[in-house]
């Protein structure tokens, strides 16, 4: 059964970078499509990345495209996410999610079976 560990949130000011990482255990994550999501109270969880089992494509919302950065490190069953000139409305709680699939989206959270518990990120002003 694959589960799925977020770490790497906290707290910055506007315009700091934090990495994010997705740990995978249980399975080979390299033949899985993962994505990372955001979710503020009182919203739905928006997704803003994916990236492909081989890393060869990845895919933003423009809402963080410039800014984020997608990878992974199969040999380590970890996938990334590296966040740049964060603003506050970036703050949220963000999910990594799997999917065993070759294609990745990140448009729908049912396109995902297995999700972490989140980590927190907040971004001051």
């Known amino acids: 059964q694959l589960q799925l560990v977020e770490s790497g949130g906290g707290l910055v000011q506007s315009g700091a970078s934090l990495r994010l990482s997705c740990v995978a255990s249980?399975?080979?994550?390299?033949?899985?499509?993962v994505a990372w999501f955001r979710q503020v109270p009182g919203k739905g969880r928006e997704g803003i990345s994916c990236?492909?089992?081989?890393?060869?494509?990845?895919g933003y919302a423009d809402s963080v495209k410039g800014r984020f950065t997608i990878s992974r490190d199969n040999a380590k069953n970890t996938v990334y996410l590296q966040m740049n000139s964060l603003k506050p409305e970036d703050s949220a709680v963000y999910y990594c999610?799997?999917?065993?699939?070759?294609?990745?989206?990140?448009?729908?959270?049912?396109?995902?079976?297995?999700w972490g518990q989140g980590t927190q990120v907040t971004v001051s002003s």
């Open positions: 249980g399975v080979t994550l390299d033949r899985y499509a």
């Open positions: 999610a799997a999917d065993p699939g070759y294609y990745c989206s990140f448009f729908s959270v049912h396109e995902y079976d297995y």
């Open positions: 990236i492909i089992g081989s890393g060869d494509s990845t």
